[in-house]
């Protein structure tokens, strides 16, 4: 993890990456799929995966949270401007 702290204050590794195959999700609606790779084209890698990492907190589980949490948000905003 980045931050403040010393080189010896964690020995633990925190930092924490997802990785979602928007194309695999059939939960997700065909018309919503292009819009949200477009929020995420930055990070979706060769393999057509989208790449969430966190390292916002000291806790493990906080940051694999935060990364769900990220993509959830993405795709909810995505929707909530389709309906307008």
């Avoid at 010393?6 to 930092?15: E, F, H």
């Avoid at 919503?32 to 393999?47: E, G, H, P, T, Y």
Wanted: net charge positive; hydrophobic share 30%; glycine share 4%.
């Amino acid at each position: 993890s980045s931050g403040p702290g010393g080189q010896n204050i964690q020995k633990s590794l925190t930092k924490c990456e997802i990785r979602f195959k928007l194309t695999n999700a059939s939960w997700i609606p065909d018309h919503l799929k292009d819009s949200v790779a477009q929020r995420f084209s930055n990070r979706i890698n060769v393999d057509g995966e989208v790449v969430i990492d966190s390292d916002r907190t000291r806790e493990r589980s906080m940051n694999l949270a935060d990364c769900f949490d990220k993509l959830r948000s993405t795709i909810y905003d995505v929707e909530r401007d389709f309906n307008k």
